[in-house]
């Protein structure tokens, strides 16, 4: 690395490994909300359910409060009566495995492509069983199990082969996350999709508290059923309103992050294999890279130190695995994800990719003193 490069990292700001993009269409959005008589359960929620259903192509949209929210309403819907085993990839978020292990011992955690971090190979007789397929990075997969809750949090704007949006694919049901480092944010959020009425009634049953209203004429209006079991789950209408006016922009949200991962694929080092093969179609919530630290002869705690102190560049590791499995720790032990958001530009990426490479080479301390 050039050290006038070096020089300027070190003087410039720190480059987080993902950050929110807020407009000043976004806080009036918000302001309108904070200034109006309802700020939960109203008009605002319902129009930003209808506006995401609309965008990803699904039937139905039940907003939640948070991604965690949409997975546990997701399968707690369509668990129905009967216990059946979830199967879960080794490689995701703690939240996803949380949302079958409510279950009891019914999950089964499965391990994944070395190579990408998505479901590998299961038996055949499992085929019938139900998973949680995780958009890993984005990627977009069709899995065939008997019943697919999708873990969709990173892949808002991703695509699948035929070009059809994430989301529109539902058997029966996409979760989504709308946290700060995601495509679109509420600030906390998330949406389950649908295309069953019946499914969509039940998520909104559990979100509340397993209440249901008939308002039916001969009913008194405060009256409700309240048998069921559920949870607090709701969307603010605060939340709601920003992702609205966040939704709005999406397309340009999705066109500044997959040009700034072909801007990655142009300038890694041979030393970094990035995970996302298909920009075009992804998402680019995160860009994970696979390093071989080992054969390099450094450490990736030592490569993040590095980049942090040195360069103020943040670095990131998605995940660890939920059960040592030989695909997932092969991942995991190559796993490194730089920063990747739309406060970045071109010329951020390339200083990532230049410090990277630096950071990279084996260092002896006590050769350097000598």
Same mark, same amino acid.
């Given at each position: ?37 309802? *700020? ?8 930003? %359910? ?9 039937? $139905? ?31 995701t978020f703690a ?23 998505? +479901? ?29 809750? $999708? ?7 991703? =695509?699948?082969? @035929? ?7 539902? @058997? ?26 019946? $499914? ?15 308002? =039916? ?16 789950? &709701? ?6 309103? *920003?992702?609205?006016?966040? +939704? ?47 054969? =390099?002869?450094?450490?990736?705690a030592g490569v ?13 590791? &998605? ?9 997932? @720790?092969?991942? $995991?032990?190559? %796993?490194?994800?730089?920063? =990747? ?30």
């Open positions: 690395m050039k050290s006038s490069q070096s020089w300027w990292r070190k003087s410039a700001k720190p480059l987080p490994v993902s950050r929110h993009s807020i407009s000043e269409q976004d806080i009036e959005a918000v302001t309108r909300v904070l200034r109006s008589d309802s *700020l939960t359960r109203g008009n605002e929620t319902r129009a930003f %359910e209808e506006e995401f259903a609309g965008y990803v192509g699904a039937g $139905y949209a039940v907003a939640c409060s948070s991604g965690t929210a949409a997975l546990w309403l997701a399968v707690h819907a369509a668990q129905g009566s009967q216990w059946q085993r979830w199967m879960v990839p080794a490689i939240a996803t495995r949380n949302a079958a292990r409510d279950f009891g011992p019914t999950h089964w955690i499965c391990d994944v492509n070395p190579k990408t971090g998505l +479901l590998a190979d299961y038996p055949a007789a499992e085929v019938s069983q139900r998973g949680i397929p995780v958009l890993y990075a984005g990627q977009a997969i069709s899995e065939s199990f008997a019943v697919n809750v $999708y873990d969709a949090c990173h892949a808002l704007g991703s =695509l699948y082969p @035929n070009e059809d949006r994430v989301g529109s694919h539902n @058997n029966p049901a996409t979760c989504f996350s709308f946290h700060p480092s995601k495509t679109i944010t509420t600030g906390e959020g998330g949406m389950v999709v649908t295309d069953d009425e019946g $499914y969509a009634g039940e998520l909104r049953r559990f979100r509340d508290n397993g209440i249901v209203r008939p308002m =039916l004429p001969d009913v008194e209006p405060w009256w409700y059923d309240n048998s069921g079991y559920g949870l607090n789950f &709701h969307m603010s209408d605060i939340a709601a309103a *920003l992702g609205r006016s966040q +939704l709005k922009r999406i397309d340009e949200t999705l066109e500044r992050r997959r040009a700034l991962a072909r801007e990655y694929r142009r300038c890694l080092p041979g030393l970094a294999k990035p995970v996302i093969q298909s920009v075009d179609r992804n998402a680019c919530h995160i860009f994970p890279v696979l390093i071989d630290f080992d054969g =390099l002869g450094v450490t990736r993040m130190q590095r980049l942090l102190s040195y360069w103020k560049i943040a670095t990131q590791v &998605h995940y660890i695995p939920l059960a040592s499995l030989p695909g997932a @720790n092969e991942f $995991y032990r190559r %796993e490194l994800t730089l920063p =990747l958001h739309c406060e970045m530009n071109e010329h951020d990426v390339r200083d990532v990719c230049d410090a990277l490479a630096a950071s990279c080479i084996a260092y002896d301390p006590g050769a350097a003193s000598a």
